[in-house]
């Protein structure tokens, strides 16, 4: 499994990968009268296969771009992540880590178990809205 359950970015990582091995492939394509019938056809189709696969990595990623939702606003100011975490239930297990250093807090939320996630939630004010709280289809 993927750290993170990041499929699609290990995805696009293994292409690039294979973007080395594509360059060495393809200088053996063009066919010269030296080189063995072999090895051009092993070329030729070692570099139809790569680059199949980075081009379903693009078809995957302009899916995946489809389905992530917008931004509302753009979170470049203090107003607009705010507007991002108010009436989420997320703000009361961050309570009280205002004075805690950082590696404390960082214990204490990870002792907590809970992932969040910014998507379409209901709010401690029972309104729908997007906002990043507590995502219990993620899991821990």
Request: proline share 4%.
């Amino acid at each position: 499994m993927t750290y993170n359950r990041h499929a699609l970015a290990s995805y696009l990582a293994f292409a690039a990968i294979l973007s080395d091995i594509l360059v060495i492939s393809i200088a053996g394509i063009p066919y010269s009268p030296g080189q063995i019938h072999v090895e051009f056809i092993a070329c030729f189709y070692v570099s139809i296969v790569i680059l199949g696969l980075m081009v379903l990595g693009i078809v995957m990623t302009m899916i995946w771009r489809r389905w992530t939702p917008d931004l509302p606003r753009t979170p470049d100011t203090i107003l607009a992540v705010m507007s991002y975490v108010a009436n989420s239930r997320m703000l009361d297990d961050f309570e009280g880590c205002e004075a805690l250093r950082s590696s404390e807090v960082e214990n204490k939320i990870n002792g907590l178990g809970k992932r969040y996630g910014y998507g379409r939630y209901v709010g401690v004010d029972g309104q729908t809205k997007w906002m990043v709280d507590e995502d219990c289809s993620l899991g821990a």
